[in-house]
């Protein structure tokens, strides 16, 4: 029964036993087809994968460990369109078995540990509402927390609409998040796939330390539809794909799907410095190193202080031989 | 006849009239933030700012029209600041893009921040903007890290900085200048995720349920306050802000003044703590109750 219900969520073609490449119409077997990374053999069409099936592919067997499951989403504005907000997260949850549009928690990446926060565009678009910005919080705050670094995958329409400017604030919220991953200098590692367009690209998304897309991916602020409608301008054929982004500067790396979790486990090892993998039992290595960095910083200070004295010179103030220059500390 | 009936049918029409009250009250409060003669970020600069110095350009390609920024006097303290510039006749509006800012713009902005931190100056920034600049050459600039970025740049301020709403707050755009330490927003100004077109467009597949729209996404000052997106709701003249510019400029200078003093009492490492948080808590959520985090 399990098999059957698989089976007919993956058919996109009429013969729901068979799966059909919608760009080069390729036809393979459903099941051979996800073990292929749910990308086409033929002509590498990367369908669009949920937030499990794409854990399944990044963390180690066994690995993950989901967080923050009680957060419960609300309906604070009491929006109400063709349909009331709860009534389409009723349908969205009941179509897609998870409770939001983003699942958090820690594994390991290729036996690197991290945290692991991944958006599913199959729930109401993957749009970032109250929850999924409490959840990428929450997820900073325990990389920092534990000195791990934090990988997110987003795929996302942008912002929930139907919570309003308390979704807009999500954006400003998951920008704080980063600003506290910074401080405490732990790795941050964002993958866009298909599509991630509007709130969370202005966001926390393209402020990660390392930046890469899946092949074919759209990814841009405004779409093409409200470009043409304000500005009425020509799009080029291939706007906001991923190569072109590329191109562009906005990405360090097109990332085929196969590759995907190699890939992020060798930039967190150098991240992290001398390809020496955290152990989940070493905690606190990001504040520990913050500290040492502020220790030598002060003997540095101390140093040429010491080395103004001998050699005569004041270290503040003075005439226009400016002692403080580069140069002059460096001896 | 049953009473408990009728009570049931009056109180099902008392809803409906109030929503439609609310209705009339959102759309006519989005007439107002639009309105031409509503007064603008340099209107409020003549007001409120004395010797005010623009400086100009983003010191990597252009300077954007959309964003005015510069140098001046507030209440006899230095300050830095930053708004979008909407016009008033077409030409102008071409001009300043209709206060739709590029990456130019918000990198310009990120500058202008920049300076405020290296000298230590209070940062006040205005939000009146429809929305980001949506274009081809816009978006392959780096609108969406531009716009990040600028709140970034916003959020590791260690100086004081208060936001005023004074028009239309549009999305992300506006919001890439309104990371603040107090967010003060006018009565007749709006802020909202989405314009009430787009959203119906998308949500009713009809722009035409605009004024629906406008009162689903909550987007005035009083709708805001209580979910702490705004600090404060600065009052306007009756009729709105155009009926009389110069009142209006005074209540919004009271209210920036009132915010400094709190804002002067903390240590520049509080500012963006506390920043940080008032950030971190907005959102709505539920369930904290079913499981010992």
């Not at chain 1, 998951?174 to 590692?189: E, G, K, M, Q, S």
């Not at chain 1, 966001?203 to 304000?230: H, K, M, N």
């Not at chain 2, 230095?78 to 918000?106: C, N």
């Not at chain 2, 740049?153 to 992300?172: N, W």
């Given at each position: 029964?399990?098999?059957?219900?698989?089976?007919?969520?993956?058919?996109?073609?009429?013969?729901?036993?068979?799966?059909?490449?919608?760009?080069?119409?390729?036809?393979?077997?459903?099941?051979?087809?996800?073990?292929?990374?749910?990308?086409?053999?033929?002509?590498?069409?990367?369908?669009?994968?949920?937030?499990?099936?794409?854990?399944?592919?990044?963390?180690?067997?066994?690995?993950?460990?989901?967080?923050?499951?009680?957060?419960?989403?609300?309906?604070?504005?009491?929006?109400?369109?063709?349909?009331?907000?709860?009534?389409?997260?009723?349908?969205?949850?009941?179509?897609?078995?998870?409770?939001?549009?983003?699942?958090?928690?820690?594994?390991?990446?290729?036996?690197?540990?991290?945290?692991?926060?991944?958006?599913?565009?199959?729930?109401?678009?993957?749009?970032?509402?109250?929850?999924?910005?409490?959840?990428?919080?929450?997820?900073?705050?325990?990389?920092?927390?534990?000195?791990?670094?934090?990988?997110?995958?987003?795929?996302?329409?942008?912002?929930?609409?139907?919570?309003?400017?308390?979704?807009?604030?999500?954006?400003?919220?998951?920008?704080?998040?980063?600003?506290?991953?910074?401080?405490?200098?732990?790795?941050?590692?964002?993958?866009?796939?298909?599509?991630?367009?509007?709130?969370?690209?202005?966001?926390?998304?393209?402020?990660?330390?390392?930046?890469?897309?899946?092949?074919?991916?759209?990814?841009?602020?405004?779409?093409?539809?409200?470009?043409?409608?304000?500005?009425?301008?020509?799009?080029?054929?291939?706007?906001?794909?991923?190569?072109?982004?590329?191109?562009?500067?906005?990405?360090?790396?097109?990332?085929?799907?196969?590759?995907?979790?190699e890939k992020i486990a060798?930039?967190?090892?150098?991240?992290?410095?001398?390809?020496?993998?955290?152990?989940?039992?070493?905690?606190?290595?990001?504040?520990?190193?913050?500290?040492?960095?502020?220790?030598?910083?002060?003997?540095?200070?101390?140093?040429?202080?010491?080395?103004?004295?001998?050699?005569?010179?004041?270290?503040?103030?003075?005439?226009?031989?400016?002692?403080?220059?580069?140069?002059?500390?460096?001896? | 006849?049953?009473?408990?009936?009728?009570?049931?049918?009056?109180?099902?029409?008392?809803?409906?009239?109030?929503?439609?009250?609310?209705?009339?009250?959102?759309?006519?409060?989005?007439?107002?933030?639009?309105?031409?003669?509503?007064?603008?970020?340099?209107?409020?600069?003549?007001?409120?700012?004395?010797?005010?110095?623009?400086?100009?350009?983003?010191?990597?390609?252009?300077?954007?029209?959309?964003?005015?920024?510069?140098?001046?006097?507030?209440?006899?303290?230095?300050?830095?600041?930053?708004?979008?510039?909407?016009?008033?006749?077409?030409?102008?509006?071409?001009?300043?893009?209709?206060?739709?800012?590029?990456?130019?713009?918000?990198?310009?902005?990120?500058?202008?921040?920049?300076?405020?931190?290296?000298?230590?100056?209070?940062?006040?920034?205005?939000?009146d903007t429809p929305g980001?600049?949506?274009?081809?050459?816009?978006?392959?600039?780096?609108?969406?890290?531009?716009?990040?970025?600028?709140?970034?740049?916003?959020?590791?301020?260690?100086?004081?900085?208060?936001?005023?709403?004074?028009?239309?707050?549009?999305?992300?755009?506006?919001?890439?200048?309104?990371?603040?330490?107090?967010?003060?927003?006018?009565?007749?100004?709006?802020?909202?995720?989405?314009?009430?077109?787009?959203?119906?467009?998308?949500?009713?597949?009809?722009?035409?349920?605009?004024?629906?729209?406008?009162?689903?996404?909550?987007?005035?000052?009083?709708?805001?306050?209580?979910?702490?997106?705004?600090?404060?709701?600065?009052?306007?003249?009756?009729?709105?802000?155009?009926?009389?510019?110069?009142?209006?400029?005074?209540?919004?200078?009271?209210?920036?003044?009132?915010?400094?003093?709190?804002?002067?009492?903390?240590?520049?490492?509080?500012?963006?703590?506390?920043?940080?948080?008032?950030?971190?808590?907005?959102?709505?959520?539920?369930?904290e109750g079913l499981l010992?985090?």
């Amino acid at each position: 029964m399990a098999v059957t219900v698989e089976i007919e969520r993956l058919g996109t073609g009429p013969d729901p036993r068979r799966w059909t490449c919608p760009k080069c119409g390729h036809d393979a077997d459903p099941l051979e087809f996800r073990k292929n990374w749910s990308v086409c053999p033929t002509c590498g069409y990367h369908q669009r994968i949920g937030a499990r099936e794409r854990i399944a592919q990044l963390a180690d067997d066994g690995s993950f460990f989901e967080r923050w499951t009680h957060l419960r989403t609300m309906d604070p504005l009491e929006f109400h369109d063709l349909e009331p907000y709860p009534e389409r997260l009723r349908e969205a949850q009941a179509a897609s078995g998870m409770t939001e549009a983003i699942v958090a928690g820690t594994a390991t990446i290729a036996s690197v540990p991290c945290a692991l926060a991944v958006m599913d565009f199959g729930f109401m678009g993957g749009s970032m509402g109250s929850v999924v910005g409490e959840k990428l919080w929450r997820a900073a705050e325990a990389a920092v927390d534990t000195g791990l670094p934090l990988v997110a995958v987003a795929s996302s329409g942008g912002a929930r609409m139907q919570e309003g400017a308390l979704s807009l604030m999500q954006m400003a919220k998951t920008t704080c998040a980063v600003d506290l991953l910074n401080d405490a200098r732990v790795p941050f590692i964002a993958v866009m796939a298909d599509p991630c367009t509007g709130g969370v690209v202005a966001s926390f998304v393209t402020l990660a330390d390392i930046c890469v897309a899946e092949p074919g991916a759209l990814l841009y602020f405004s779409g093409p539809r409200v470009i043409q409608q304000t500005t009425r301008e020509e799009l080029p054929d291939d706007f906001g794909t991923a190569e072109r982004n590329l191109a562009l500067g906005h990405l360090d790396a097109v990332v085929p799907r196969a590759e995907l979790k190699e890939k992020i486990a060798r930039y967190l090892r150098l991240l992290k410095g001398g390809g020496q993998p955290d152990g989940l039992d070493r905690r606190g290595t990001a504040r520990r190193r913050g500290g040492r960095t502020r220790k030598l910083a002060r003997a540095a200070t101390a140093r040429v202080a010491a080395a103004f004295k001998d050699s005569g010179s004041e270290p503040v103030g003075g005439d226009g031989a400016s002692p403080g220059s580069p140069e002059e500390a460096a001896t | 006849m049953n009473l408990s009936e009728e009570m049931e049918r009056l109180r099902g029409l008392l809803k409906r009239r109030q929503h439609e009250r609310r209705r009339h009250d959102t759309w006519l409060t989005y007439q107002i933030a639009r309105n031409k003669d509503r007064p603008r970020t340099r209107d409020y600069l003549g007001f409120l700012i004395e010797d005010f110095e623009e400086l100009r350009g983003d010191r990597l390609r252009a300077d954007d029209r959309a964003i005015v920024g510069g140098l001046g006097w507030f209440d006899g303290r230095a300050v830095v600041v930053v708004g979008h510039q909407k016009g008033r006749t077409l030409d102008e509006q071409t001009e300043h893009s209709f206060g739709m800012a590029k990456p130019e713009g918000y990198r310009k902005a990120q500058r202008l921040f920049a300076l405020a931190e290296r000298h230590r100056l209070t940062v006040l920034t205005f939000v009146d903007t429809p929305g980001a600049y949506p274009g081809v050459a816009a978006e392959e600039g780096g609108q969406a890290r531009a716009i990040a970025e600028s709140m970034l740049s916003m959020a590791r301020l260690s100086v004081p900085v208060v936001a005023t709403l004074i028009g239309e707050g549009g999305s992300g755009g506006a919001l890439a200048l309104a990371v603040a330490d107090r967010v003060l927003m006018q009565e007749n100004a709006t802020y909202s995720v989405i314009s009430p077109e787009g959203c119906a467009a998308i949500l009713w597949r009809d722009a035409e349920f605009a004024p629906q729209a406008a009162e689903a996404l909550r987007p005035t000052a009083s709708q805001l306050l209580p979910l702490g997106i705004v600090d404060r709701v600065v009052e306007e003249p009756r009729g709105g802000a155009h009926q009389h510019p110069e009142a209006a400029a005074r209540r919004v200078h009271d209210a920036i003044a009132e915010a400094l003093t709190e804002l002067d009492a903390l240590m520049p490492r509080e500012r963006r703590m506390l920043r940080r948080e008032r950030f971190r808590k907005l959102g709505v959520w539920g369930g904290e109750g079913l499981l010992p985090e």
